[in-house]
């Protein structure tokens, strides 16, 4: 058995895992403004109560924010109110076990490359399109590793698809996270229209043949084939899952993406590389945290 913690803004979640089973989970209020040292309290706690004198010999630690992963500290999150706290000794402290940590987005990519949409392929790529866009590129089950901090590589949503176009969150312009996320949608539609629509009631509008959200999700399959096919001529992955908000839409662009970026990419003709939309829901935080490698 093993442990997964998934902590967000405003709550963190600790379940005991069997592979990908979550058994017994439990759920702490946080708040935004919980001091780290609230937290580890809260936590040991809680972790003594999910475990029900059961053992385990991991702790896996999914986070939102900057992680640095080989220190085992969260460096910094917008929604979270301390820096550059040892988390993953606090937690081994406390438990006497190994412990790892990785950013969320990188845990839920784990969980779907292991035991998901990826179950029984090598090398998967995930994309996840939600308020901005995540990724992370899991080989052999492992999360890649970018330098010092181990956290910073494949951060895909800020790869540029349109010189000098549209500011993204990160300062810069054109970023892939500026036209394919949820919220890029929404700013597509309403350059087309005036209107304001949610990234949901866009998608449903052009299922239905609405024109404009045709012609926003006409975008969405632009960029987002653009910046999936350097994303595949980087990695070549065998296999590029879809997450997040936008993937409950998929059965309105994935098949158009699959075959844009399969005519797009180096080889596609030869050697075409598939589309998943991501499998495991709210536990894949927890379920993925269990598949680090401790710190
Ligand atoms: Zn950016």
Request: net charge negative; with cysteine.
């Amino acid at each position: 058995m093993k442990i997964g913690i998934d902590l967000g803004g405003m709550s963190a979640k600790v379940g005991i895992c069997d592979g990908s089973e979550v058994v017994r989970s439990a759920k702490i209020e946080t708040g935004r403004d919980i001091t780290f040292e609230e937290l580890i309290d809260a936590l040991k706690v809680t972790l003594e109560s999910v475990a029900a004198g059961e053992d385990y010999d991991f702790v896996g630690i999914s986070s939102c924010g900057f992680i640095d992963r080989k220190g085992g500290a969260i460096v910094y999150s917008n929604n979270i109110p301390w820096k550059n706290k040892p988390f993953a000794s606090e937690v081994n402290k406390i438990t006497g076990k190994p412990v790892g940590i990785a950013n969320d987005a990188k845990c839920a990519a784990l969980a779907e490359a292991v035991f998901g949409a990826g179950k029984g392929y090598e090398s998967v790529c995930m994309l996840t399109l939600g308020t901005g866009v995540g990724g992370a590129f899991v080989y052999e089950g492992k999360l890649t590793e970018g330098s010092v901090y181990r956290d910073v590589d494949c951060h895909f949503g800020h790869m540029t698809v349109e010189h000098e176009g549209r500011l993204c969150t990160c300062g810069r312009r054109g970023c892939l996270e500026a036209y394919a996320s949820a919220t890029a949608v929404m700013n597509t539609y309403r350059e087309i229209t005036g209107k304001s629509l949610t990234a949901k009631e866009i998608i449903d509008g052009a299922r239905l043949g609405g024109k404009a959200e045709n012609k926003a999700v006409d975008s969405l399959v632009e960029y987002l084939s653009d910046g999936v096919a350097n994303i595949v001529n980087a990695f070549r992955p065998e296999l590029v899952i879809i997450g997040g908000g936008l993937a409950g839409g998929a059965d309105v662009f994935l098949d158009r993406i699959s075959v844009t970026v399969n005519e797009r990419i180096f080889g596609g003709s030869f050697l075409p590389v598939k589309f998943a939309t991501a499998k495991l829901g709210n536990d894949a935080g927890i379920i993925g945290a269990t598949l680090l490698e401790s710190v």
